[in-house]
């Protein structure tokens, strides 16, 4: 059987070449060795105490069928502590599952009660998010793997704390099947609540090779983390710069409008982020022609590319090939990617980057409605099939049957994109069929902001608009609900504790009466005109 633990790069690099930079952050850098012996010492503490040992001895089987192993909850941030939490686990053949810090504590709360945890782990700044609540609801073991003293308030005793236990020498992670769980990523969902995308090790793996291959990440690269972990674009960042033996270098979130200067302090050879990064930087004028010239690859991917964005960057950055791929989280992070000075790289009508082509043990396909693949050229639900697809969604047998149907005897997950395939092969997205947008590189579900905006309302016929729309993407969201007046600051207050910021509509109106479509539902379309409209 192949290794498939997700940290057993970081161990080969670690033998292989110990003192090499593998995580550089605020001035401090982690060697390889380090960085294994951090994760060693952790993984031999979550062993212990989970007895996960067993998980390597679990046959292979199918890559979509999950082979249940101890969950582990990281409640952190863009840290090394946050790295060292993530391989610790996979080191010790546990599932990993990110908990993001900027969610309301409701959130948090929902997603320790769905999810069983066994353990979880933080960082400095997830230590600071221990509530009396969310100790009380937390499983018993608690790690603490930051430098910093505790919060005042978080009681001590519930804590272990990384730096007491006892430092091993790094053993080889623990051997898993591929069908392992490896991790547990959280997108919005329609009822709510977040649903669950449970990812394999084989896949992981699987992706992690291919794309670091395609690439061509070399030992020297140092590469940019600019996501959080809850995002599954940080497990393409961690995984793929590990991979290749080189050098994460995490973008504190307090730095984002001075990622350019960051990325020239550290010279960069590799930039990963969402388009919208870049848009940002652009707008402040911080993208100026050469201000990135260390840069030798641009990963965007998580939103539509524009033309005029993917220009801007070639001056910016003009030794940099730049790559737009393509990020179903029940795809296992990108499954479809296209060079941006390729032939036909971007859809004419739209100036936005093609999707590209499926990568290496990845199939992609388009269909009707009714399921049939249609003829190539024509525009339907773009699909994915191959090794990278997620097991299920956590405790959703459904919706996991409805999303990954088999059609001519394979199994395919039905994006909900719209897309058609131009002669040369190159994919083409045409965005969103049903009301899921990606929104500043999230995908949010427009009817899980109306199920919240319903209940803090008492109102229920509600709506959620993605507006403004800029260079064919939304940057933000307006709430409408049907009444003659509301209190739109105290809506908006209340959502705030409900849902993340990105998801919380800028606006709320009041409409008198909610325009309805034929088929009985809300439309969107008339609301998107009302907004469209000039002030009166």
């Known amino acids: 059987m192949n290794h498939q633990n997700l940290a057993i790069a970081v161990y080969r690099h670690a033998c292989a070449q110990p003192e090499a930079p593998a995580v550089a952050f605020q001035g401090k850098t982690l060697s390889y060795a380090s960085l294994a012996e951090h994760s060693a010492r952790l993984a031999s503490y979550l062993s212990k105490n989970l007895n996960t040992g067993s998980a390597g001895l679990q046959a292979d089987g199918d890559l979509h069928a999950p082979v249940r192993a101890p969950r582990v909850g990281i409640l952190a941030s863009r840290s090394p502590q946050a790295c060292i939490a993530v391989l610790g686990t996979c080191w010790a053949g546990a599932t990993y599952v990110p908990i993001g810090l900027k969610q309301p504590e409701s959130r948090i709360l929902a997603l320790l009660e769905q999810c069983e945890l066994s353990a979880v782990i933080t960082d400095d700044e997830g230590a600071r998010c221990l509530s009396q609540q969310l100790l009380e609801d937390c499983p018993q073991l608690i790690i603490h793997a930051g430098d910093q003293p505790l919060p005042p308030g978080v009681n001590n005793d519930r804590l272990i704390h990384l730096q007491t236990l006892a430092s091993v020498f790094p053993h080889q992670p623990i051997e898993v099947a591929a069908s392992h769980t490896a991790y547990i990523i959280f997108t919005s969902g329609t009822t709510g609540l977040p649903k669950g995308v449970m990812i394999s090790a084989g896949s992981a793996r699987h992706y992690i090779g291919n794309i670091t291959r395609w690439l061509d990440l070399q030992a020297d690269d140092r590469t940019l983390e600019s996501c959080e972990l809850s995002f599954d674009f940080s497990v393409h960042n961690m995984f793929s710069t590990w991979e290749a033996g080189a050098c994460l270098h995490i973008l504190p979130a307090s730095q984002t409008m001075n990622a350019v200067r960051f990325a020239r302090e550290a010279q960069l050879t590799v930039w990963n982020s969402v388009p919208a990064l870049a848009g940002l930087l652009r707008q402040v004028g911080a993208l100026k022609a050469g201000s990135l010239t260390s840069l030798r690859k641009t990963v965007f991917g998580g939103e539509p590319l524009t033309e005029t964005l993917a220009e801007q960057w070639r001056l910016a950055a003009p030794n940099s090939e730049v790559a737009n791929l393509y990020e179903p989280t029940e795809a296992t ?23 590209g082509t499926a990568l290496p043990g990845v199939e992609a396909g388009v269909i009707t409605t009714e399921g049939q693949f249609v003829e190539p050229h024509a525009t339907g639900e ?53 009301h899921q947008i990606k929104l500043l590189g999230y995908r949010v579900e427009l009817e899980e902001i109306e199920a919240h905006l319903r209940a803090v309302s008492a109102i229920e016929l509600v709506a959620a608009v993605p507006w403004p729309i800029e260079n064919g993407s939304p940057t933000g969201i307006v709430g409408f609900v049907s009444a003659p007046s509301v209190d739109a600051q105290r809506i908006i207050a209340s959502l705030r504790t409900r849902i993340p910021h990105y998801m919380v509509p800028r606006r709320i109106i009041a409409v008198q009466t909610m325009p309805i479509n034929a088929s009985g539902k809300v439309d969107r379309q008339a609301l998107k005109c009302l907004l469209e409209q000039p002030p009166s």
Do not use: N
């Not at 990278?388 to 039905?414: H, N």
């Open 333 to 355: 992070v990108f499954c479809l990617a296209q060079k941006t000075e390729a032939p036909g790289a971007f859809s004419p009508d739209r100036r936005i980057a093609a999707i």
């Open 382 to 434: 773009l699909v994915i099939a191959g090794q990278q697809l997620a097991q299920q969604y956590l405790g959703l047998p459904v919706l996991t049957q409805e999303r990954f149907p088999i059609l001519g005897a394979k199994r395919w997950y039905r994006t909900g994109d719209l897309a058609f395939q131009d002669p040369s092969g190159v994919f083409h997205c045409l965005g969103r069929i049903d």
